[in-house]
């Protein structure tokens, strides 16, 4: 039988939604300026895009940058009439570019919400277990096969919201759970404290 090099990803991530993470208050013609590009995790985000204006319907907000995978994506985030958040649906781990179709009424702000998304491992692998920390609160991890926009959820996990404390230790027996898009991890900032996973 041949060797099987088993590798390990160890997740931590407990930076919260931050509402202007990615443009602070601001009212650019056409290209904000970014404040950050990416997310202390190493993982991705949902976006959310606010406006104070009240008069902004259909006015739009382009964001470019990578996926959990490391695939190039865009988002087009359409606001309202009124002065709210609008979020998105794609997971960004890194942002390049965020530009508005015209100057917005008020100043609008780019952030980040508490679902999170990371790949264990890109391409196709075998996951052959995993540990699980519970955060504060409890919540679902999925995992999936594929990127969170387009793949499959495998399996989920659940934890308790009793902070710091192991709820699953698994081992998977045979060759492992096969993901042939690549393992990706979703879950909400503060249901987790720390997560490792096995692939081969």
């Known amino acids: 039988?041949?060797?099987?090099?088993?590798q390990a990803i160890t997740i931590s991530d407990e930076v919260a939604a931050d509402g202007d993470f990615i443009v602070t208050a601001a009212r650019p013609n056409t290209t904000a300026t970014l404040a950050n590009s990416s997310f202390a995790s190493g993982g991705g985000r949902l976006l959310s895009v606010t406006t104070a204006g009240?008069?902004?319907?259909?006015?739009?907000?382009?964001?470019t940058g990578t996926s959990v995978l490391d695939e190039v994506i865009s988002e087009i985030i359409t606001?309202?009439?009124s002065a709210e958040a609008v979020n998105g649906t794609k997971y960004f781990k890194t942002v390049t570019s965020v530009v508005c179709s015209e100057?917005?009424?008020g100043n609008?702000?780019?952030g980040s919400l508490a679902s999170a998304a990371q790949a264990i491992f890109p391409g196709r692998t075998r996951l052959k277990g995993f540990f699980?920390?519970?955060?504060?609160?409890?919540?679902i991890v999925n995992i999936y096969d594929g990127a969170p926009e387009s793949g499959t959820i495998l399996f989920k996990i659940r934890t308790l919201g009793t902070d710091n404390t192991l709820i699953n230790?698994?081992?998977?027996?045979?060759e492992g759970v096969l993901l042939k898009d690549g393992a990706v991890v979703q879950y909400t900032v503060a249901t987790i404290d720390l997560m490792t996973f096995f692939y081969a």
């Open 1 to 6: 039988m041949a060797d099987v090099s088993v």
């Open 54 to 63: 009240t008069s902004d319907n259909g006015k739009t907000t382009t964001i």
């Open 79 to 81: 606001s309202t009439g």
């Open 103 to 105: 100057q917005y009424a």
């Open 108 to 110: 609008i702000t780019v």
């Open 132 to 139: 699980v920390v519970s955060g504060g609160t409890a919540g």
């Open 169 to 174: 230790d698994t081992f998977i027996p045979g």
